[in-house]
């Protein structure tokens, strides 16, 4: 059975940081880009940050570059998502995916996982 669990969300002021992390099993993790999003109530998902296979590359969209960093650790199986500087507009469940490629990942994931909120406060 295909596992990914996000972990790690929270409520944090504005300006705070939060680490999230993305436990994955039941598929070879090594040999997929794994992607996190985030939906907003009443917005569209949307896509944060994604690290391919051998994290060689990553992909962040332009308003959180600076911001957040991936990093994967394929002995652990798991995806980490460091926040630093969060704002209000951040506030969001977020979630990971995983995908063959990370073309894949970042528009139709193979695998989603279940989501962590994230709150930042003002």
């Known amino acids: 059975e295909v596992q990914l669990q996000a972990s790690g969300g929270g409520l944090v002021q504005a300006g705070g940081s939060l680490r999230l992390s993305c436990a994955a099993s039941?598929?070879?993790?090594?040999?997929?880009?794994i992607g996190w999003f985030r939906q907003a109530p009443g917005k569209e998902r949307e896509g944060v940050a994604c690290?391919?296979?051998?994290?060689?590359?990553?992909y962040y969209p332009d308003s959180m570059k600076g911001r957040f960093t991936v990093v994967r650790d394929n002995v652990k199986k798991t995806v980490y998502l460091q926040m630093n500087s969060l704002k209000p507009e951040d506030t969001a469940v977020y979630y990971c995916?995983?995908?063959?490629?990370?073309?894949?990942?970042?528009?139709?994931?193979?695998?989603w996982g279940r989501g962590t909120q994230v709150t930042v406060s003002s």
């Open positions: 995916a995983a995908g063959i490629s990370a073309v894949v990942v970042r528009s139709r994931p193979n695998y």
């Open positions: 690290v391919r296979d051998r994290a060689d590359q990553t």
């Open positions: 039941g598929f070879r993790f090594a040999e997929h880009a």
